[in-house]
């Protein structure tokens, strides 16, 4: 489930790595030295029931707990040129 991304979850630890490896590569994204704006599509389709993340999986406060946790993790480690995409199958 979702949960397990958040601290102290079972997933946080990789969870962390895999965002490591965006914010390095996203921050090395450069074009005559200027960032490059990435769109990143985190979660995607969130409101279909197929995904860990979706419906079935996360409540609306889970899914919105691991937004703002994976969005500030990313800002704190300096990444700035990401812009993201809320991408939802369905309005709810």
Not at 28 to 55: A, N, Y
Not at 74 to 84: M, Q, R, S
Request: aromatic share 18%; charged share 20%.
């Amino acid at each position: 489930p979702i949960t397990a991304l958040m601290p102290g979850g079972s997933a946080n630890s990789v969870w962390k790595e895999w965002l490591d490896e965006i914010a390095t590569f996203a921050k090395d994204l450069k074009v005559d030295g200027k960032l490059v704006p990435i769109v990143f599509r985190l979660f995607h389709e969130m409101s279909g029931f197929w995904f860990w993340w979706g419906t079935k999986a996360a409540t609306g406060a889970e899914f919105k707990a691991a937004w703002k946790y994976t969005v500030d993790y990313l800002k704190d480690k300096g990444v700035h040129n990401l812009i993201y995409a809320y991408a939802a199958l369905r309005l709810c």
